[in-house]
């Protein structure tokens, strides 16, 4: 079978011109489709080989995502362990706080109850407000003397016979006072040996009052300092504060 070359030839020999068509001679056109094949070709293979690069460069930015994704999940944990760690030690730390706010809490309050055991070991006596009313208001009833008594070298015992003085003046009682050191002997609380008269009068007022008083007689012996007496009046004798055992 001829090819399209030798027809061509042949028709151009025969008739002694050269075939055309569109204006342009057949050899233009078959020089046309022989470069469009070719270009055809050539785009077809480009196009394979751009297809084939673009296969490559995508499994390898895949593959660089994919490390970059891996190695920032990796940071991430390993950020998020040790900011687990800190936090345990935090917490750790905050337990130990704790612990150790607890302890001090503990020895304040601990400290707090020795201060006040001590400040009641050590606190004077004092007559309250209500017991000095109600011992006005007993002792107002029937005016009458007493010899108050304290004991000698103790302060304690001369401030709470003063205050006691005061409240019998303002009852209208007359008190004549000195300090006695008995011997070989410490005298603690408040003593009303005397029964009779005033002196009764005054348990009853210092009963009334919540005053704890001892009727028992006081020591034969002993050494008076700056005492003035009322004859016939019953002794309200000031002794030491007793101890407070622990």
């Not at 050539?42 to 499994?59: C, H, K, P, R």
């Not at 593959?63 to 999940?73: C, P």
């Not at 940071?75 to 935090?90: C, D, F």
């Not at 001590?118 to 011992?135: G, H």
Request: glycine share 6%; charged share 15%; net charge neutral.
């Amino acid at each position: 079978m001829a090819s399209r070359t030798q027809v061509i030839s042949a028709v151009t020999a025969q008739t002694g011109k050269r075939a055309m068509w569109w204006g342009q001679p057949l050899e233009f056109w078959q020089s046309v489709i022989l470069w469009t094949m070719w270009g055809g070709f050539v785009l077809t293979a480009v196009g394979a080989a751009l297809a084939v690069v673009s296969s490559f460069v995508s499994y390898q930015v895949s593959d660089v995502i994919q490390a970059e994704a891996d190695k920032r999940i990796a940071a991430a944990e390993q950020s998020s362990l040790a900011a687990n760690t800190e936090a345990a030690k935090a917490n750790e730390a905050a337990a130990h706080a704790q612990e150790r706010a607890a302890l001090l809490e503990k020895q304040a309050a601990d400290a707090r109850l020795e201060t006040e055991k001590l400040k009641q070991a050590v606190a004077w006596r004092s007559i309250s407000a209500d017991q000095v009313t109600t011992l006005r208001r007993a002792l107002s009833a029937t005016t009458g003397a007493v010899n108050l008594r304290y004991m000698d070298g103790d302060p304690e015992a001369l401030a709470f016979a003063v205050q006691l003085s005061h409240v019998l003046a303002a009852a209208g009682w007359q008190v004549a006072s000195g300090a006695w050191k008995p011997s070989n002997t410490i005298l603690f609380g408040l003593f009303i040996p005397d029964s009779t008269g005033n002196g009764q009068r005054l348990r009853q007022a210092l009963t009334s009052a919540n005053l704890a008083f001892s009727s028992e007689p006081l020591p034969d012996s002993g050494t008076w300092f700056n005492v003035t007496t009322i004859t016939g009046a019953p002794i309200l004798m000031v002794g030491s504060r007793r101890p407070v055992l622990p």
